[in-house]
Structure formats: C-alpha cells, structure tokens
T-cell receptor, first 112, second 113 residues
Framework: GQQLNQSPQSMFIQEGEDVSMNCTSS?????WLWYKQDPGEGPVLLIA?????ELTSNGRLTAQFGITRKDSFLNISASIPSDVGIYFC????????????FGKGTKLTVNP | ETGVTQTPRHLVMGMTNKKSLKCEQH?????MYWYKQSAKKPLELMFV???????ENNSVPSRFSPECPNSSHLFLHLHTLQPEDSALYLC????????????FGPGTRLTVT
C-alpha cells in the first residue's frame, strides 16, 4: 500500500535550536497534515496543507506543501523542552482512497 | 468534556476475555475512526464510520467488532484477542469522512496477556 517516508527517525537537539523534518511520497498528494504526539496521548493536529507550495505557520511551527506535491516539510524554530514528542506527517494521495496515510514519525528530544 | 474522549485509558485482558473500548466525540462531527498504533509502525486504520454507517473495514480480524450507535459514540468490542493485538488504540473524528483533518482521542493502551 501507499507509504510515506518520514525523516529523520529521531533527533536530539539543544534548547533554542531550530528543527527541520520532512516527509516524502512516491506519488502525488493533495493534502498534507502534521501531528504531534506526546507520550501517553493521542496525536494533536498542528498544521493542515491543501495547496502545492503552501506555507503555513502555527506559532514557532512552519510547514510547507512541496511544489512537486510529493513532499512536505515541518520546521520548528527556537525549540523548547515542551516540543519533545513524536511528530507525524499524514497525507491523502491524489486519486487514491479517501483514507489518510501516516508516516512512522520523527521522535524529537530537546535537551535543556 | 471537549474534543474526543476514550475510556478506559489502560486495559489488561486475557486472551479469553471480552471487553469494549469506548470513544465519544464532542465536536459535532459526522465521521469516526478506529486506529491501531504499534511501536515502530505507522498508524493503521481499522474502521471508518460516517453517520453511523461503516464505510471502511480495513481487513481487520473478526475478533475486533466495531459499533457506532450514533454519530457521537463509537465502540470497539474485543474478544479472544492475541498478544500481538497489544497496542495503543486511537479513536478519531472528522467533520465527515472525506474531510481529512482528523482529531484524535488520548487512546486506550491495551495489553493482552
């Protein structure tokens, strides 16, 4: 079935650093979503993207819908300890089934 | 209560037990979902309900039986599970089943012994 490649798998950074992670697909997507999951909780929707080239911010988070429609990026600026968690990308591919496809996640650790 | 709630948060059951997971959404959405989350694997969609009708059953074994009595409530009935069914079970809802912004509950951590 359709798969998303999310990288990196994990990141260890210092507080205050910027973070960048991405998600790629072998097929064209028409929707990209980014979620964050804290330990013991469900994923929380951070940003939704619907147009190629779209750049959307949510506080210190910025996500972009790649111009090729096959990738998306999430950037976190000036990281803080509460940014710790697992970040998931999800997407719906053009011409595919209605269901969302999820990446395996990027685990972020922020050292104070 | 706001958002999507799930009970219980933790469940330990033997392979011969019967138990149920409950999900309730307070968002006025028409679609509800069950996902399975296992370590090192992407979220796996199990079932989709739209206006109380099942619109997708993702080749899930019959030992998992969903029920959607109304658009705000979703159950997952469990019986004769296997240890490999141990996982975090997440419920989600969205405005309708073709609307991709899904909102998740906190999950039920299930352990099958």
């Amino acid at each position: 079935g359709q798969q998303l490649n999310q990288s990196p798998q994990s990141m260890f950074i210092q507080e205050g650093e910027d973070v960048s992670m991405n998600c790629t697909s072998s097929s064209i997507f028409n929707t990209w979503l980014w979620y964050k999951q804290d330990p013991g909780e469900g994923p929380v929707l951070l940003i939704a993207l619907y147009k190629a080239g779209e750049l959307t911010s949510n506080g210190r988070l910025t996500a972009q819908f790649g111009i090729t429609r096959k990738d998306s990026f999430l950037n976190i600026s000036a990281s803080i300890p509460s940014d710790v968690g697992i970040y998931f990308c999800a997407g719906q591919n053009l011409g595919g089934s209605e269901k969302l496809v999820f990446g395996k996640g990027t685990k972020l650790t922020v050292n104070p | 209560e706001t958002g999507v709630t799930q009970t219980p948060r933790h469940l330990v059951m033997g392979m011969t037990n019967k138990k149920s997971l409950k999900c309730e959404q307070h968002l006025g959405h028409n679609a509800m979902y069950w996902y399975k989350q296992s370590a090192k694997k992407p979220l796996e969609l199990m079932f989709v309900y739209s206006l109380e009708e099942r619109v997708e059953n993702n080749s899930v074994p019959s030992r998992f039986s969903p029920e959607c009595p109304n658009s705000s409530h979703l159950f997952l009935h469990l019986h004769t599970l296997q240890p490999e069914d141990s996982a975090l079970y997440l419920c989600a809802s969205s405005q309708d089943w073709t609307y991709y912004e899904q909102y998740f509950g906190p999950g039920t951590r299930l352990t099958v012994t």
